[in-house]
């Protein structure tokens, strides 16, 4: 930032970050509407997932003992949810919000003492991404799909999207099964392997089997499909445990 403004030395961002008065969200909006002016285009898609900082204290605002991919294991460290605005002109990230742990949430202490407004409380994943992609559909962001990894393959964000008329390529966690034509309801997500006891049917044998690696995907209804792809073809992938990759 400084070498890109010219400055001899990094004091003028610091003043601004650390000791300037201004609304963080105020400056989001501008920067998306920013990054639209050379990006925009109807069949963008918006690309939602999260991140981790690592960190070695406690007193840092969300801190806590969370899985992170930076890491690929549970460690010490903060985690952010972004939206990233994806064309054929480029990309940047439009929106952001940082996750509070509920051992953050129920402790307003350690709230006020990280300066945490008062009105905030316990979010999920799903529900920090729902209302960024609320705010992107309120500001007029024009785009035609939203794609998210399996943290965020829920009802709720499917459900908006549909109201929204928008696309949709969700990661889905298969559905674990070891007799043909039963569906036992076991998921298995991504980034571990479980297994599952399958209780007998129909005089069936049942056996202990292991999560298949591959990474499922819901796909949502949307106008422009092909003629060969149905319409809405959410339910057959929630049900038989295949999809697209």
């Avoid at 674990?176 to 479980?194: D, N």
């Amino acid at each position: 930032m400084r070498a890109a403004a010219g400055d001899p030395g990094p004091w003028r961002q610091q003043a601004i970050l650390g000791r300037g008065q201004w609304d963080a969200d105020v400056l989001r909006d501008i920067v998306r509407d920013y990054a639209l002016e050379t990006l925009t285009d109807e069949d963008a898609v918006l690309v939602v997932d999260e991140t981790g900082s690592l960190k070695q204290g406690k007193a840092s605002c969300g801190v806590a003992r969370q899985y992170t991919n930076s890491a690929g294991k549970i460690t010490n460290c903060q985690i952010g949810v972004f939206a990233a605005y994806v064309s054929r002109h480029g990309h940047a990230f439009i929106d952001r919000a940082l996750y509070l742990p509920k051992e953050w949430t129920d402790n307003r202490k350690r709230l006020k003492a990280a300066h945490v407004p008062e009105d905030v409380g316990f979010a999920t994943k799903p529900q920090i991404a729902r209302r960024m992609i609320a705010r992107a559909v309120a500001a007029g962001v024009p785009f035609s799909f939203v794609a998210a990894d399996s943290v965020y393959g829920v009802g709720d964000i499917e459900m908006a999207l549909r109201k929204a008329g928008k696309g949709y390529v969700l990661v889905l966690p298969p559905i674990i099964c070891s007799i043909p034509g039963t569906r036992c309801g076991s998921f298995v997500g991504p980034r571990r392997r479980s297994h599952k006891i399958l209780p007998r049917r129909h005089g069936g044998a049942c056996r202990r089997d292991k999560a298949p690696k591959a990474r499922v995907c819901m796909i949502g209804p949307i106008s422009s499909w092909p003629t060969s792809m149905p319409a809405n073809t959410a339910a057959p992938f929630r049900e038989s445990g295949h999809g697209a990759f």
